[in-house]
Each structure stands twice: as C-alpha cells, then as structure tokens.
C-alpha cells in the first residue's frame, strides 16, 4: 500500500502503522515511549498526526496504516497539540529549589541534556516549562553501572516493557498511582534491593536519561557492531568508541541480531573496559634470572621459537576458547605442520568433551542440533546440571518466554538455581547419580509405549541391546540411588517424550500443542568421571523419544566460552582435524595438499595428559595461548608443581596472569575488541568480530603471532612451509579453513559483513545455513543407542574427615576465573568476595552467621570465604564458584579424577570440611 506523509509518499507492507511510514521516511516525528525494536504502549502522546479526512490527532504508534491515506506531521493544529504535551512532559523533569521563579531551564540537567525528550522540545521551541514539577526525588545511584534519576523521568514505562516483557526479569515497575505515580522496585527500596540483574535492557531504552550509565559517555566517536566475548550464546552487542579512542562503558545491544535479538546482559551491556585495564601487557617480554625485561617482537619471538624448537616431540599447546576461529585455526596448523604432533587442546576438555565425544559416537556431529529459537517454540524443556541465569542469561530469557507460553519446564539440578522458580517440576538428584536418574525415564517412556517407533526402526540402531541394559533401572531403584521420587521421575519421562498430550491446557486439542521437546544440559552433567555415560544417557533419552530433527525440538550442551564450539571446529582438539574430521588417508591427504605436510596420522593427548607429562618428562615445553590452567585446572596445587618442570613455557595472552608468571616468554595478544575475526556460538551461528580500536603498544592479533611463531620455529627445525603461514589478514585464514572443512564451505567474511551470522552446516555460497540438524538423517548414517552405565557416583564421596560434598560453578557477575572480570570495577562491586553457600543445618552446626568467614579444605588444598547461608543448596553440601577473589579459588579444592574415556576431570564432586576460619 502506499501512505503519503508530508507530500512524500512511501510503499507499507500490511500491518504498517502510520509511525512505520514516518520512519522509513526518516521524519523528525517525537515517539518517546516508542523503542524502535518494540510494539508500541501509546503513553506519551507524542507522536501525533493529522489525517486527512480525519477528525482529531491521532498517535501514528497505534494508527495503522491504509492505502491512499495522506498524513501530515506539520499541520498547524497537531504541532500545538503536540506542542503543549511537550510542555506537560517536560514539566515532569526539574525539582523546585533549582529555579526562580516557577520556571525552569531545560539546561538545568546538562549531565544527560533529557535525551530524546530534550531534542524534541527544542525541535518545537520549548526551551522552558510552563508548570513546575509536582515532585522532587533523590537520585538513587545503588547499582554499580547505572543510575535512576526520577527528576528526569516521564512515566513512558519504557523501562517496566524492557524489564518484564523483554528481559522477563520484572525488577522495575510502575508504582503508585496518579501524580504519586514513579518508577521503582518492589517494596519501593532502592534499586539495589530488587530482582535486577544490571542487564541494562531499561538502561538501554530510556528516552530521556532517567536511567544512564554512571559514567558520561561524552561525544561518540563511532560505533563498531561485534560479537560478545563472554559465553556461549554469542550475543551481538554496539560498541561505542569515544573521541578518546576508549570504549564508552556501555555497549548497545544489536536487535537483528538472530541469537540475542537485541538482549544482553550484565557483561555484555557493561563489561567490555577489561580492554583498558592498567595492568594490560603491552610489549613483549623475556624472563631472564628470573625478571622480566621487556623486548622487541623479533627479540621476543626468537627466544620463543628457540625454545620450542628444542623440545620438538615432547611439546603441547592450548588454544584459546576465547579467542577468534581464525586464531585458532592457525594454533593447531602450526601444531600439525611444524611441530608434527596433534598434541593441541583447549577448554573443551574441562566443560564438554563427554558431549561432543557421545554426540560424534551416537550421531556424527559433535554439535548442539537445535536452534534458540527452538526453545520458545517447544512444549517441554529439560534442563539438567545447567545455571543459565547466571551462565547463559539470554538464553534463560528463551526459557522463561517459553514457560509464559505453556511450555513445561523441567530442571535436573542437585542445587537449587533461579530457574527453578519457573519450573513445573524440580529433579534434585543425589551428586554422580544422573545415568540412574536417566535410565529410569528412559524405561517408563518405552514401558508406556510413549517412544517414537517409527523414529526408532527408520532412523536408529542398537535399540534392542539399549532396551535390555535399562532391566535394572526401575522407578524404585531410581529413587533408592537418586533419591528423586519415582512419581517425578515417571512425570519427567512423559513430559519430555509427548509434551502435547500431557499439557494442562483445558480443552485445547493436543493436536495444536507443541509436540517437541528440547533437552539442554550444562557442565553439572559433563564434569564427572562418569561424564560420557551421563551424556550418553542424555542422548539415549532424546533418541527414544524421537525429539530432534523438526521445530522446537532438540538436543543442546550449553557452551561455556564465547568461541568455544568455533575452536573445537577449527580443529583445536587431539582427536579430530578441523571440522570433526578423522585422521583417516584421504582426508590426511587432502590437508596434505592444503598445507604441504602430511599431519600426523594418530590422536594427540588432551590437555590433562599434557600436564602430567609435564612431571614425567614427555612434556618438556608449552605454547598457552589465551588460557589460565594455573586456574582451571583440578588440583591447581598439582598442576603448578608440573609446570614448574618445564623447560620452556610461552604464553600469549592480554595480561600476566598465574600461568603468564611463570612462563619464559610473555607475547602480548590483541583482545577481541582490537582485532578482525568470528566466532561460533552454541547454537553454531559463526558472526564476526570487528576491531573497534587499535591494540594498545605493540599487541598483536594471536593469528599474526602465530604465523610469525611458525615461520621462525619451521627454519629451526627444518620443516619447509613456504608461504604457508603468510596472511594478510583473518577473512584469508578464515577462506583458507572454511576450503578444508565441508560444512563452512559456504562462509566468508564478505558473506557474514552482508548477511550477518549464519548456522553451519553451509555447504555453499547459495546455502542459506541449517537451522536444526538431524531432519532426515544423521551424518554417521543412522543414530546410536548406545548403554549407558551407573558405574559410580563420584571418584571421592564424604566422609568422617571430609563431611561435605563440594559442588561448583560460576557466577553472574563473574567469568570463570575472573581473569577478565576482576579487571571491571562495576562487576567487582557487584560481587567483590568470594561466597560460600552452605545450608542453615550446617550453619547453625558450624556456628556462624550469614557473611561469617568460612575455611573449606579437601585432601589437596584449602580456601577462605564468607558464608552465605541459603536453602539452594542441601544439607553436607556447599557450593563454591569458580572465579578467584583473593587468593581464594575452587580449584585448589578439586579432585584431577577425570572420566577415561574424555578425560574430563571432575569438577563437581569431592569432599570437604568446613570450618570456621
């Protein structure tokens, strides 16, 4: 249809409104309570129109449009209708005693200038109100990055949309009622005491600065849109860069963007700064008699290539979940074609190997199958061993719009977390005992005929040798070892396995029910010597069932770091080639005439066994790129006496962290704001990373110190690479990985800068990405059950000298480590010391408060903390997150026992006592 608007006439899809026609025009047209990305509220008024033919002066958010209608904005009636409800609203905005007179200066308020509010009243020249304010508040600065300025705020309920219906939070409102009406939490106390979770969703669509970040953001230089370096979920976020050339403390959200939709969280919206932190290392540097000095790049990386080629045979690398796929990539080249070993890992190894080494076994990918989007469109979710509000808090705004849709939620949780709250059912089985708990579902699904089988005889094997290992597990074995009753267990099976007929929606035909169910775990289920059989139960569960392969249905390990998944594709672990490929003749061959040399033709050790080498001597010296093992290894006593025995260590990284300390050679590394790249998230959308400003000194991206690495390192040890290892830049390496592994065949950077991120697999140019995997079959041919086995609970159970079970996990506020996190001011203030959660049984016992200092010890190391008594946790069990505040880490409490077959320590289980300190 078309609209014609001030004598400019413009084509509307149906279902425009008259607001869509000014916009697309690019008309100056006041719409404060109007966020662009949103449905419009029609508060404020502003935004009024006449219609030609039309009585009145309607608001064009809530005017559709119509073919042939004729609007005009300027028409002298609206502009003083429009006019005088400027001046009502900007009424609202100044307390009195700052005034004479009755009147007051706009001016008043340069800190913020009323924003959008502010530009359209000088548009209509009113400069000064009419009427003074009824009110004057305080300004309530008790969140660390933002504050609420009440005497700047209009009542458009931007904010109360953004916080309820977007975030699902529910943390600000509108209180009160008439002239007493204000923005505020629950209880009317300061901000600090509510809900929020400084996501900054409020923040971000505030018209007027009533809500602002702490910090001025000053005159914007530019803008660079990006991809978050925090977890997995792979938001996009806006950076802004200020005429100083520092990034602005707050970033913008991205609403085109297909995995966050224009949602982030707390570290995204505000914990970019890390980048300028004072104590970046910004030369490159050699410890000589035991001090740093610092040294040119062809200085420094002489010494490094010196020292690696030495040890050609008994070295291992590390990449960095964290940094590009490009990065990566060139890490585990010159791994494979320089120094001749696959003896490369990465973080994987510590969060989801079982997964992706169950998922390669029982269907060929090693890859979350569904898409976010599959959540809100699913019937039933089951979360098990995952904390996604504090871990992945996008994605747990996917499931709480799903639940406020119908769908059932089910979380498997041993600690009580904040989804928890949302759920229809809880399963908080005993610590180790997950393949019981599973095995059991798995049983009442096939004892009552709910499986899928025409998925299981058209699409499957091994089903009848799956069937007979599940004899054991009944419902009442189930509840002995799980302690779960068999009631929830039997009603978890049959709500995950036919969420539509079991949906408590009154009349509705089950035929208009979601039918998908969608199964998401986290690294509660990974990190366990019985880790593979947990994710093989898992996957079991979702086989039986038939729920993969179609809309709102799915399998998904949540991914922990922001490249997580992209640096185990570009080939950054022992076992597999880029892109999950074998180590079989005529793949080898192929990468043989990609790169010049044949890699070599066997697995490499994971990361574990490199550091054991380490004390052995069948590591001799370590390339760490962008990882702190030093903090996330087990045993972190343990691990530091085995680098100690190394010959040579080389670290690349942002700053000098506990590993960094005790390396050789420090090569300082551009951090993801500074350089040119992508990143794949969970749901395998690869996006790209933009250099939003230059390195700091002489920092480099890791890719071009990887391939100066290589270059000098191949001439010691005489391995010819030609220009194997020259670049001119990221979109060439990316090209160069995306020939070799099929299903990036189809990317590129030019492709993703037009497109935005896409889902592999893409095979082609013309391939518009997969949304879900697994449609019509499964790359090894059919799916495999395969039996999963209760083989013990835990490696270390409690005891009388270690009473209580230690579980961990991470934070909100905080990033594994903390390596990033302590570098951010606000987040610090936000959670500045390191918390022990332990259960009002055990604190009464103990004699202590909430807040009291708590001493916690395992049979390898020992850590302080400050209680904080709650029932999330259970009775003999504590909870201690990972980040290190102080001198304090979980890791020094853990157990190295790891799973045999992915080798992934367990994390989540050993015994402790507790103590006052």
């Keep these: 249809m078309i609209v014609t608007v001030d004598g400019r006439r413009v084509e509307l899809a149906a279902g425009a409104t008259v607001l869509d026609a000014v916009n697309r025009l690019g008309l100056a047209l006041p719409q404060l309570c109007k966020d662009p990305d949103r449905a419009p509220l029609g508060a404020c008024r502003t935004c009024l129109v006449h219609v030609e033919g039309q009585r009145g002066t309607p608001a064009a958010c809530h005017l559709p449009a ?44 340069a800190r913020n200038g009323f924003g959008q509010l502010g530009d359209a009243t000088a548009r209509h020249g009113r400069l000064e109100p009419s009427w003074a304010p009824l009110h004057a508040y305080d300004e309530d600065a008790s969140k660390s990055f933002f504050v609420l300025d009440r005497d700047a705020c209009i009542l458009c309920g931007r904010c109360a ?18 002239h007493a009406t204000k923005v505020g939490v629950f209880g009317d106390g300061p901000m600090s005491s509510s809900v929020c979770t400084s996501c900054g969703q409020c ?36 950076l802004k860069v200020r005429d100083d050339g520092r990034l602005a403390l707050m970033a913008d959200d991205v609403p085109r963007n297909g995995s966050s939709l224009g949602m982030l969280c707390v570290k995204g919206r505000f914990a970019t700064g890390f980048v300028h932190a004072p104590d970046r290392i910004t030369r490159p540097m050699i410890k000589r008699d035991g001090r740093w000095h610092e040294a040119s790049w062809d200085e420094a990386l002489d010494a490094a290539a010196d020292g690696l080629a030495k040890h050609r045979g008994r070295f291992g690398a590390l990449a960095s979940a964290k940094a590009t796929n490009e990065d990566g990539y060139l890490v585990q080249k010159f791994c494979r074609v320089v120094m001749a070993t696959n003896d490369v890992d990465h973080c994987t190894r510590l969060c989801h190997s079982p997964s992706v080494e169950a998922m390669l076994a029982s269907m060929g990918s090693g890859a979350t199958s569904n898409s976010y989007q599959d959540y809100e469109e699913a019937g039933c979710l089951m979360v098990v061993g995952a904390d996604a509000s504090a871990n992945h808090p996008v994605i747990a705004v996917r499931f709480r719009r799903a639940v406020s849709r119908g769908a059932r939620l089910i979380v498997v949780n041993p600690k009580r977390v904040e989804l928890c709250d949302q759920a229809d059912l809880w399963l908080a089985q005993r610590p180790g005992t997950d393949v019981a708990l599973f095995n059991a579902m798995a049983r009442v699904i096939v004892d ?6 025409r998925f299981i005889r058209e699409r499957t094997e091994g089903f009848h040798a799956w069937r007979g290992s599940l004899e054991t597990y009944t419902l009442d074995y189930a509840e002995r070892v799980t302690g779960v009753p068999a009631r929830h267990i039997a009603q978890a099976a049959r709500w995950y396995a036919k ?26 289920i990974t990190q366990h010597v019985n ?55 005529d793949t080898l061959a192929r990468f043989e005439a990609a790169w010049g040399v044949r890699p ?82 969970s749901e395998r959308r690869v996006q790209r990373v933009r250099a939003a400003v230059p390195p700091p000194g002489e920092a480099r991206p890791d890719w071009w110190i990887t391939a100066e690495l290589a270059k000098r390192v191949a001439r010691r040890v005489g391995v010819e690479v030609g220009a194997q290892f020259d670049y001119p830049g990221a979109a060439e390496i990316f090209d160069e990985m995306a020939r070799l592994t099929p299903f990036l065949a189809g990317l590129s950077h030019a ?67 903390g390596t990033l996190t302590r570098r951010v001011q606000g987040l610090m203030e936000l959670a500045p010391r390191l918390e022990i959660a332990i259960h009002p049984s055990d604190a009464r016992r103990l004699g202590v408060d909430d807040g009291a200092r708590l001493r916690v010890e395992s049979r390898r190391g020992e850590l302080t903390g400050y209680a904080r008594v709650t029932e999330a946790v259970k009775a003999g069990a504590i909870f201690v997150p990972f980040v290190k505040l102080g001198e304090s880490a979980a890791n020094f409490l853990t157990n190295a026992a790891f799973d045999p077959s992915s080798k992934i320590p367990e994390y989540k289980v050993c015994a402790v006592r507790v103590t006052r300190a």
């Design 499 to 524: 969420p539509h007929l079991f949906q408590a929606r009154g009349a509705t035909p089950p035929s208009e029910l979601p039918r998908g169910s969608c199964l998401i775990w986290g690294m509660g």
């Design 531 to 585: 880790g593979i059989h947990n994710a093989h139960a898992l996957l079991n569960l979702s086989l039986v069932a038939g729920q993969m392969g179609f809309p709102g249905s799915g399998i998904s390990p949540l991914r922990g770091q922001n490249n997580v998944q992209g640096c185990g594709d570009a080939g950054c672990i022992p076992t597999n080639l880029p892109g999950y490929q074998h180590y079989v003749d």
């Design 203 to 238: 923040v971000a669509t505030c018209p007027t600065g009533a809500l602002r970040p702490k910090e001025a953001p000053g005159k914007i230089a530019r803008t660079v849109a990006t991809t978050c370096p925090y977890c997995g979920v792979g938001c996009g976020i806006e």
């Design 161 to 178: 949309v953004a916080c309820d219906d977007v975030q699902q939070i529910g943390a600000i409102a509108l209180l009160g009622r008439g």
């Design 751 to 817: 492709r993703l800068d037009r497109e935005g991120g896409l889902q592999w697999p893409c095979p082609t140019p013309e391939h518009p990405g997969t949304r879900y995997l697994y449609g019509e079959s499964f790359p090894r041919g059919r799916g495999r059950f395969i039996p999963a086995r209760q083989i013990e609970t835990a490696a270390e159970l409690p005891d009388a000298d270690y009473p209580f079970v230690l579980n961990t996990g991470r934070l909100l506020y905080h990033w594994h480590g």
């Design 66 to 109: 119509r073919d042939g209608m004729v609007v005009d904005t300027q028409h002298p009636e609206v502009v003083r209708v429009r006019s005088m409800v400027l001046d009502l609203t900007l009424s609202m905005l100044t307390p009195p005693g700052e005034y004479e007179g009755g009147v007051a200066p706009l001016t008043r308020t």
């Design 448 to 453: 009552e005929r709910l499986d899928d089988e």
């Design 600 to 681: 070599p033709g066997r697995a490499g050790r994971v990361v574990t066994e490199m550091v054991d080498g380490c004390l052995t001597g069948a590591t001799r010296a370590m390339y760490v790129v962008g990882e702190n093992p030093l903090l996330s290894e087990p045993d972190l006593h343990h691990a530091e006496k085995a680098l100690e025995q190394l010959d040579f260590l080389l670290v690349q990284d942002l700053f000098l962290h506990e590993t960094a300390e005790r390396a050789h050679v420090f090569l300082p590394a551009a951090a993801f704001a500074e350089k040119e790249g992508t990143f794949t998230n």
